[in-house]
């Protein structure tokens, strides 16, 4: 079964940074893709990037303009989010997810596409 942890989050002044991790335990997961989504208040959960396990293909959604990276340590059986030049606005649960990637379409930018989540981790941006 596979287990998702974020960590990393936290309280950070705008215009900081941070770097969030989801370490994935459960299976070998090549052939796995990976993805960050994050769920304001009241809002609905939306995809910020993905990435495919044994190739590293990347894919961002288009409103991240540059601020966040997202990256894996196969080693680890981690991959991570870093968020720079935070604001107030990035305010938001960020949550890790996974799905096998065999017969399935790319990028994985829908809820819909994940099998697995994570419990999220809290980053609020103060200002």
């Known amino acids: 079964q596979v287990q998702l942890a974020e960590s990393g989050g936290g309280l950070v002044q705008a215009g900081g940074s941070l770097r969030l991790s989801c370490a994935a335990s459960?299976?070998?997961?090549?052939?796995?893709?990976m993805g960050w989504f994050r769920q304001a208040p009241g809002q609905e959960r939306e995809f910020v990037a993905a990435i495919s396990w044994s190739y590293g293909i990347i894919y961002y959604a288009d409103w991240v303009k540059g601020r966040f990276t997202i990256s894996r340590d196969n080693a680890r059986n981690t991959i991570y989010l870093q968020i720079n030049s935070l604001k107030p606005e990035d305010t938001a649960v960020y949550y890790c997810?996974?799905?096998?990637?065999?017969?399935?379409?790319?990028?994985?930018?829908?809820?819909?596409?994940?099998?697995?989540w994570g419990q999220g981790t809290q980053v609020t941006v103060s200002t």
């Open positions: 997810a996974a799905a096998p990637s065999a017969g399935r379409q790319w990028p994985p930018r829908r809820l819909g596409d994940y099998d697995a």
């Open positions: 459960g299976r070998t997961f090549s052939g796995y893709r």
